[in-house]
């Protein structure tokens, strides 16, 4: 999978974080292939467009939650052979949640939205189960950004408000 950092940054300002689709087609259009190295063996200017497929992307805009199909791009190396689907920041891998759809939940589950997570669950249509597995991702993920000194220093909900006050551009 190819994730660049610079172009991550670059479209989540606060237009983009607020509307997933426009901002998927803005990366999938922005993107360079000259630029793109391999991220198995390393090759520049080997990879060239290969195939694509459809996936779920359910993303979370004005109180609702909304199922969308997009198309992943994949490519291959000239260099190695290997494949690898250019994924825009939008999506979480491995999740058929985006970004925004995930950081709205944690956000309501910390300053308790809803008088249960049974209710906050029904309301975005997910599983309670799958609220844990994400919480726990989320803390997971967490600690990676900030660090384990700077986790004990910043509660989730600063951090998750953080996160939706930033525009990345700097």
Known sequence: MIRLFSQLCKHFNQN???NEI?????????????TLVCPFC?????LS??????RH??????????DNIITIHKYICSSCGHTHALLPPAIVPYMSFS?????SLIHD?????YHSVDAMCEHYGIAISTFYRILNKFKD??????GLLEDNLISNLSFIQHIINSSFDD
């Open 99 to 103: 970004f925004n759809f995930i950081v």
């Open 141 to 146: 993920h967490k600690q990676l950004w900030l």
């Open 109 to 113: 589950y910390l300053v308790h939205k």
């Open 16 to 18: 983009s974080f607020k």
């Open 49 to 54: 467009p290969f195939a694509s497929y459809k």
């Open 42 to 46: 390393g090759a520049k200017h080997a």
């Open 57 to 66: 992307l359910v993303t979370y805009e004005n109180n609702t939650t909304q």
């Open 22 to 34: 426009t901002a998927f087609d803005n990366y999938v259009n922005s993107v360079n292939i000259e």
